[in-house]
């Protein structure tokens, strides 16, 4: 194995842990902390919309100096865009699946919130007003029948109740407002921190199809410590791929991806961390959505998803995958709960820190 190294792809090789690490009081502590104590490289991978950029920004507040008023007014325009993606579909899907309208004045409301000369204002409370009609929370609940067409953001919930704040003159997004918002990755990202007084260089790449070319481009610059996310919440979710024209499901793309990296050349001794990203969204599902409807290979027919078996089910389909040789150490993370993130990356930190002290046989 070779010697590991700061601020190089080889200092977090086979260094995770899925159980926090806490150093006893005596006296390779000091010597722990001096050797182990550095800077570290991590890569952050996954399929669209599976919440790297969520966890980004979670860290940048909780590890970083958060987001200045410049910068939270920067995020207003992705907000807003947000709301008009998520309307649209609603108002699309009306039509589709025949909805009427509660509201008598449901042809003005579209007309403004579609008209080109429309402010952004006037979209805000065109969207306000029809979000409040019956028949679009009713195409919101039945979401699920259009999904493989038109999906809402995973967010549109939380923002459409929370128009009539960010419809205000004065509006500033809020910490929520800029850890929810969908805002995509097209290029790479580097981004710094240090937790406990040890710095990390987190690498971000974009998850759509088209980014994913740059992959195999870091992946060759001998990565071994990567942070692979998995939106649990897909496994029934299903989209139509460009030029295809078969359904695939969100999950097992994910799935099939990963089978794809763990056969990479590039990454015989890479260590990956498994965020098994929300949760909160998975348990949410338990009893209105069965996995084997999906998955026929569940075995656990009758059970609810939300259980441990759901969850060890697709932690293993994971976990099975690895590479002869390969540690894997699996997480199930919320990226939109501080303290869920504050804990799991304090555990990443003193596991990789833990793989130092063994390299220096001080374990």
């Not at 399929?47 to 920004?57: D, M, V």
């Not at 309307?87 to 449901?106: G, K």
């Not at 919130?113 to 028949?135: C, H, P, V, Y």
Request: glycine letters at 4%; proline letters at 2%.
């Amino acid at each position: 194995m070779k010697k590991l190294r700061s601020s190089s792809w080889t200092s977090c090789m086979g260094c995770c842990s899925s159980r926090p690490y806490s150093p006893q009081n005596n006296e390779s502590t000091s010597r722990w902390e001096d050797r182990a104590s550095s800077s570290f490289d991590l890569l952050l991978l996954g399929t669209e919309g599976c919440g790297k950029s969520t966890f980004l920004r979670q860290m940048q507040y909780i590890h970083g100096t958060g987001f200045n008023d410049v910068e939270r007014r920067d995020f207003i325009r992705d907000i807003n865009g947000n709301i008009f993606h998520d309307m649209e579909i609603l108002i699309n899907q009306m039509t589709e699946l025949a909805i009427d309208y509660s509201s008598p004045n449901s042809e003005d409301l579209i007309q403004a919130f579609k008209s080109e000369e429309s402010s952004d204002n006037i979209r805000l409370q065109a969207t306000r007003l029809l979000w409040e009609d019956e028949g679009i929370q009713v195409c919101f609940q039945r979401r699920a029948e259009y999904e493989d067409k038109q999906r809402l953001n995973t967010s549109a919930k939380y923002f459409l109740d929370a128009i009539e704040r960010i419809s205000e003159v004065n509006y500033l997004p809020i910490e929520n407002d800029i850890i929810r918002v969908r805002r995509e990755t097209t290029d790479v990202r580097n981004y710094f921190f240090r937790v406990r007084d040890v710095d990390f260089k987190i690498t971000d790449i974009g998850g759509g199809v088209r980014n994913r070319l740059s992959w195999a481009q870091v992946l060759q610059e001998t990565v071994t410590c990567v942070i692979y996310f998995v939106a649990m919440d897909e496994y029934d979710s299903y989209y139509i791929p460009e030029g295809e024209g078969r359904l695939q499901n969100r999950l097992r793309e994910s799935i099939n991806i990963f089978r794809e990296i763990q056969a990479n050349r590039w990454l015989p001794h890479t260590t990956f961390i498994l965020f098994l990203n929300k949760i909160d969204l998975f348990v949410e599902k338990r009893g209105n959505s069965r996995i084997d409807n999906h998955f026929p290979e569940y075995e656990n027919e009758g059970m609810e998803i939300g259980d441990e078996d759901g969850r060890s089910f697709i932690r293993n389909k994971f976990i099975d995958l690895r590479a002869r040789g390969r540690f894997i150490y699996p997480h199930y993370t919320q990226a939109t709960d501080p303290e869920n993130i504050r804990v799991v990356f304090y555990a990443v930190r003193d596991s990789i820190l833990q793989m130092n002290l063994r390299f220096y046989n001080l374990l």
